[in-house]
């Protein structure tokens, strides 16, 4: 009696955090990924209000600043500025690109508004000490053995209140029925006179200020705040409360965030596992979208929009590539890099192989990643999980079962290639947004139970010591063996993505990434490519985890969090999706920045949740499309001067066609196809 009456409390509470979402999706067709981190904002702002330092004991906070209603409405209105500024800078830019686009914004944005959260309340010494959350009520009552407190009661209240609000608002106000006919159908909604834009503007505010509210009532539950309490766990839970319910559906968000609260308190309660919570809500995330995609009481949406959102870069073609002019820097440059790569652990201490070695295992992670979304557009916001895997496979072999190096090696890539197979099956049927919950969900699954287990290594964690290898030892204190070892995994996952690029498969899963239904009627096999690609990824992922357990030893679950992946994500957008080369420059980014600034919290945020911002906003392309940005202007001084094609090269450029389409023969997007000219116009 006492775990269900607080699961159902939790449920509420849960509930409203759901209702944020799918109200900000019925407005702009989204999932909010960074609801949890606009309710920690909330919350700190609330809980400043209601605090002040004690001056008696430095670090601790005590209940003495303004009353608690006023210091909730202060909180809600920072929540709801916050949705409001966000949609006016970053959802409005974007208001015309794939719903993927936005989605992966909301991550940026997610981290960026952590960031202001750590700036105004975390990087003060005090923000150590105690943070404790006042109770709105100071009263009780005892059902069984259970003490209902004042936080309790609060949630009880004021949950259902807001559900009545909204229902009056959405059904009974001109406002509430303008937002509810642009979410069911915004063509005729704006035939009718209604702004969607101003609509998505709204929504945006109320989904913040709702997560806002959920924030308040949750921190005096656990009677205390922290930045742990409304993360990646709380995002989970409401999107499995919304998908539950039904993305679409305002009454289905409270009934499946009262199923997961009750569900929780349940498990919680009489199985006492840590972690098994987060691993049946990854269950119930997959098969309500295997089963019932539109939940239960929500309609199922046929997702129109194209999942692939990687930007061309355009190649040259090969009649061009092969002028010296052209060829020769392109290779100077190419052995150059190389030769950097090779000389460098030579160069470098320790602690500068170190990072070295991590940087060229994100550069192979990222290779991974690519393989998945830039070649066939499909989203996976668990890619550190199969990291994971392939680290825990590889330790667990080599320490207990004490089998070689090269056989674990193997085996661990398998056993990747295996487990995201197993991931890939679900994307034969999901897609686009609902696969990167569903993706997510699996990463946390992993993080809190699947890596605690005993044959995973269980919390102690598990020693993998690096080997010796034709008498070189890896374990060597200088890390340049280690490091030599590491770059030539990256050159074998460089090479096999580089041949997969090249091949037949290559060119069927840039098919399927372009047109499922095209490539489908061309005779591709769309399942098996996706199959193909998830198991590439998930193999190239575990042989890099495999190394990574090696530089990290011993191999624990805190190692592998769930927001790693979004990290990987942001990674590689950086560098620039769909390039090899955009993985390295990722690599560099993300993980140089916060080396060279070892003592900030603040570059982590900033080399990923900013940079990631930067990108989809301003160069989609990354840092990749910057540098053929660059090769662009060099080619284009070769054929034209002064406007007119009088270059070294001009005699390559074709007389006979329009200047424009002469200057499209340059940068072709697939270089390749483009035949050298002849006639007049050859060399």
């Not at 398998?414 to 919950?437: E, Y």
């Not at 840039?510 to 009627?521: F, G, K, M, W």
């Not at 530089?551 to 805190?558: A, C, G, K, Y």
């Amino acid at each position: 009696m006492e775990a269900l009456i607080i699961g159902v409390i939790t449920g509420l509470v849960y509930g409203i955090v759901a209702l944020g979402l799918v109200i900000v999706y019925k407005g702009s067709r989204v999932i909010n990924f960074a609801h949890a981190q606009i309710a920690t904002l909330a919350t700190f702002a609330c809980w400043a209000f209601l605090t002040d330092p004690d001056p008696k004991v430095p670090g601790l906070f005590v209940p003495h600043g303004l009353p608690w209603p006023v210091a909730a409405l202060i909180g809600v209105a920072v929540g709801a500025g916050t949705g409001i500024i966000i949609e006016a800078t970053v959802i409005r830019r974007l208001f015309h690109a794939p719903r993927l686009i936005v989605l992966v914004a909301t991550i940026g944005v997610g981290q960026l508004v952590a960031l202001v959260t750590y700036l105004i309340w975390l990087r003060d010494e005090r923000a150590g000490g105690s943070r404790i959350f006042p109770s709105p009520l100071q009263t009780s009552f005892r059902v069984g053995n259970l003490v209902v407190t004042g936080p309790f009661i609060a949630a009880a209240i004021v949950v259902p209140l807001v559900g009545l609000g909204l229902a009056a608002f959405f059904k009974l106000t001109r406002l509430g029925i303008a937002i509810r006919a642009a979410s069911d159908n915004s063509d005729a909604a704006r035939l009718l006179g209604v702004s969607v834009r101003r609509v998505s503007m709204i929504t945006w505010g109320l989904g913040a200020a709702l997560a806002a509210v959920a924030g308040i009532l949750i921190a005096p539950i656990y009677n205390g705040l922290s930045v742990d309490l409304l993360t990646t766990g709380l995002l989970i839970r409401a999107l499995a409360a919304a998908l539950l319910g039904g993305l679409t559906s305002l009454p289905g968000a409270l009934v499946g965030g009262l199923v997961v609260g009750v569900g929780e308190s349940l498990l919680v309660h009489y199985t006492r596992i840590g972690g098994v919570v987060e691993a049946v809500l990854f269950g119930i995330i997959l098969v309500v979208l295997l089963v019932r995609p539109g939940g239960l009481f929500g309609t199922a949406e046929v997702d129109a929009g194209r999942d692939a959102f990687v930007p061309s870069v355009r190649s040259l073609p090969a009649w061009i590539r092969r002028r010296a002019v052209v060829g020769v820097p392109r290779l100077v440059f190419g052995y150059a890099v190389l030769a950097l790569g090779l000389l460098l652990p030579l160069a470098l201490k320790p602690s500068g192989n170190f990072t070295y070695s991590l940087m060229l295992l994100y550069a192979v992670l990222g290779i991974s990643l690519n393989i998945l979304m830039g070649l066939s557009g499909q989203i996976s916001l668990g890619h550190f999980a199969f990291l994971g895997v392939g680290a825990f496979m590889g330790a667990k072999l080599v320490t207990d079962v004490h089998m070689s190096y090269g056989l674990a090696f193997l085996i661990a890539g398998v056993a990747g290639g295996a487990v995201a197979f197993l991931i890939g099956l679900p994307a034969l049927r999901i897609r686009g947004l609902h696969l990167a919950v569903a993706t997510l969900a699996f990463a946390v699954a992993c993080q809190a139970y699947l890596f605690r287990q005993n044959y995973f290594g269980s919390r102690r964690g598990i020693s993998f010591p690096r080997p010796k290898v034709f008498g070189f030892d890896l374990d060597n204190p200088s890390g340049r063996e280690f490091a030599y070892a590491t770059f030539a995994l990256f050159a074998l996952a460089l090479f096999m993505a580089a041949n997969i690029q090249r091949r037949r498969s290559g060119r069927a899963l840039l098919a399927v990434r372009e047109n499922e239904t095209s490539a489908a009627v061309l005779g591709v096999s769309v399942r098996g490519y996706k199959l193909l690609a998830f198991t590439i990824s998930g193999i190239v992922a575990a042989w890099a985890g495999v190394f990574y357990g090696m530089l990290i030893s011993p191999v624990q679950f805190e190692t592998f969090p769930a927001l790693k992946s979004i990290d990987i994500v942001a990674m590689v957008i950086i560098g620039g999706l769909g390039s090899l080369p955009g993985a390295v420059l990722g690599a560099i980014y993300v993980v140089g920045i916060p080396r060279m600034f070892p003592d900030s919290a603040i570059a982590p945020l900033l080399s990923t949740g900013f940079g990631l911002l930067l990108v989809l906003m301003i160069r989609p392309g990354g840092l990749w499309k910057l540098l053929t940005g660059l090769r662009d202007g060099y080619v284009w001084s070769l054929t034209v001067e002064d406007r007119a094609f009088k270059g070294p090269l001009s005699h390559l450029v074709p007389t006979d066609v329009p200047e424009a389409a002469r200057l499209e023969s340059l940068f072709a997007p697939d270089a390749d196809a483009v035949e050298e000219p002849v006639g007049p116009a050859a060399d």
